[in-house]
């Protein structure tokens, strides 16, 4: 250790021990308050502030703080300095600076945009902006309340700062368990921009494989509700995600960055909530295995049904369909409660069509009939006698109800039928005609399900987008935030859709074209999204370093895109060199292929890794690999779609599913022609694999691969290790 070093690391040492006694001493002071258990407001609610105090003391005291910034702001005679830590640790005294900066802090801004060149810095605090100068920036590793590392990125007039970050390399290098983290010690200057951009936008992000995309957005999270404390709230925000594994992997980030409450879900399992619609949901495996089958992989054109249903030219027809229905609404009737009184049509006709306008269309319904029994009442009163005007009232509660069964039920789901022809209920029924642009097979596919009472995802969205048409938004939760996490598997529809649930186009939307494998009903270009919003209202931002992946495997997965995937953006990544990428022939055939699956195992697993995953073309290859393999290992997991808890370990899983996961090795199952052909869609799917890949990457094959897999390059190896 140098001398510099050994100083550095004995300050540091000093600094931790004051901070911990100062922790110490603080939590010993809150715990020796008695927990205030009886009924007066006011002291419950010093007693819920002590409460808060007492758990974030708790949980800092194993890691404090994890970075120091030396800062002397203009005007000021000499440098501060600053320790940044998950939360924020004031003294004791009111007034005294923090002893410690919550990373969300303004001034903790400059820890992570400070790159080493700069000469002057500024950052934006709430009275305006700060100026000044680095002296130094350090990493500082505590675990369990022990200095573990200190590590100098940038002195002030010493060596020009390191290429790489070496702390950085430190913490990608370290193996990974089951759980997605958290990143504050590391995050890069270009992702912190993205966590600390403004609310009322939306943000699209386009970010490579392993780009930190979905950390980012969770860290974005927890920055909002700092941030924007007075008008946000945890419960109002909500993570869109692909499917409940992939929840269950994200879910421990949140409660790490001491956020709670917020709403992870599916857009299905939302959606088909909101409509009421969960028991006529189509078996999702069926689209799944229509695609992903090995007869699939059709280039998917904007017919798909996906792609056709989410499309601006189908909404355009439900606008058309809501309006038609809308103006065709009220019956074209009179209302005779009795014989000889009579309500004109016009007059109905003018309360629906001008005096509740403002409404929507299921809403003036209720309106209008609500008006037409407070009319019944009110000629009611004048009759006379007694018996009559009972017998009166009687007649008019039947009619009313009969007349109320002429109105269109400004059901969603029937409009929905109507549209498709498959509708018994005709009231208000719209021409054919009208929709002659669905594509004859959606049409007629349809049309099927509907008229066997089945609905697909892929129809929730226009479903809701009638339901909005048609009865508008009152009275449904809206949100403070939305996150949609692989919005590349989103159709323009689904966000416009989700734009009226939220405040002030609050998005955040981030997704990978090149991943883009579910691109049958996905959009294909960002623009397609961010056409959606005003210029002012929404941002781009593009990712492009990988940080999960050794330089390796990105190079290896690089050349699968330049050889399959036209204009696709490659992956940048960082100075972390491993293994090369094994490519291995087995013989052809099933057997040998087990063998081959069983060899890779035996070799990767069990070793320095804590997650190894062998992933193949179906679910049905994983199934049969899973029982073939199950004797010589039987903690193997296999994964279907179905599943809600991510296990980690080891397991077997189609590669679709493995989008948005990440293991320390993976072993392609098998790469061969006989698997995937040369279409985009091919490369697409074998490069969401291949990055899956934190440390190792082995591709197995029979023999001869797809034209795109480069099996000879510079990042690769063929054959079996040397043991
Ligand atoms: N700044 C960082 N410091 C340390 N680790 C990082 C950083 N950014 C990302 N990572 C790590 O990189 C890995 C990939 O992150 P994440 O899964 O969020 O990326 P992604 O862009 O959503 O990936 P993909 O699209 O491939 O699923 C994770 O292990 C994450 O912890």
Sequence with gaps: MSENVQSA?????DKLDSVLEEIGTQL??????????????????????????????????????????????????????????????????????????????????????????????EYEAPEGVIGGAVHLKRNIMVRKSELERVVDTYTRGGEEPAVSDEFLLYRLGENKDNRLRDIVSTIQAEQDKIIRAEKNKALIIQGV???????????????????????????????FAPNGMFLDYISGVLPELGVGDIQQRTFTDWASKLLGAEQMLADPSETLDFWFGESGG?????????RFKGSERFRAMLDAA??????????????????????????ILHWYADEYKHYSASGRKERVLARIRRWIEMELKPVKPETLRKEYKKKAVQREKAYAKKWPDFSPLTLYKQIFGAAKDTRGVLPGEAFEGIPASVLKSTRKDLKEGRIREEDLPPLLYLHLLLNGIEGTERFDHIVIDEAQDFSPLQVSVLDRFVRGHSFTILGDLSQGIHAYKG????????????????????????????MEIIGFANTILTGGVPNAIEAVPVFRSGNKVRTIEFGAGEKESAEAAARAIRALWGREHKTVS?????????????????????????????MTQYEGGLSVLPLHLSKGLEFDAVVIADAGRNRYGDSEWDAKMLYVGCTRA?????????????AFLDRGGEWSEAGWPKI
Aim: aromatic fraction near 10%; avoid cysteine.
């Design 614 to 642: 062998l992933l193949t073309r179906t679910q049905d290859q994983a199934k049969a690999l899973h029982e073939a393999l199950l004797p010589e290992f039987p903690e193997l997991n296999l994964i279907d779609g179905g």
């Design 9 to 13: 690391y004995r300050e540091e040492q």
């Design 209 to 239: 494989a392993g780009s930190g995309k979905t950390t980012v957005a969770l860290h974005r999270l927890a920055f909002l509700l700092y941030q924007y404390k007075e008008q946000v709230s945890a419960e109002k925000m909500i993570i």
């Design 28 to 121: 010993a002071r809150l715990r020796a308050v008695p927990v205030y258990t009886g009924h007066d407001f006011t002291e419950q609610v010093l007693e819920a502030g002590r409460e808060e105090r007492r758990q974030r003391l708790s949980k800092s005291e194993p890691e404090p703080y994890f970075g120091r910034m030396d800062f002397e702001e203009d005007g000021k005679p000499a440098p501060a300095p600053l320790y940044i830590g998950k939360t924020g640790l004031d003294g004791r005294d009111p007034g005294s600076l923090p002893i410690v900066v919550d990373w969300r802090a303004p001034v903790a801004s400059l820890f992570y945009s400070f790159t080493g060149g700069e000469e002057r810095v």
């Design 694 to 706: 934190l440390h190792e990457l082995w591709v197995l094959h029979g023999g001869e691969t797809p």
């Design 322 to 347: 809501a309006s038609a229905l809308e103006a065709s609404g009220a019956p074209e009737l009179e209302f005779s409660p009795w014989d000889g009184k009579t309500l004109p049509y016009e007059t």
């Design 523 to 550: 959009v294909h270009a960002w623009e397609e999204m961010s056409g959606l919003f005003g210029a002012d209202e929404t941002s781009y931002h593009a990712l492009t370093r990988s940080y999960r992946s050794t």
């Design 298 to 306: 059709a280039a998917p054109g904007d017919d798909a049904p996906g």
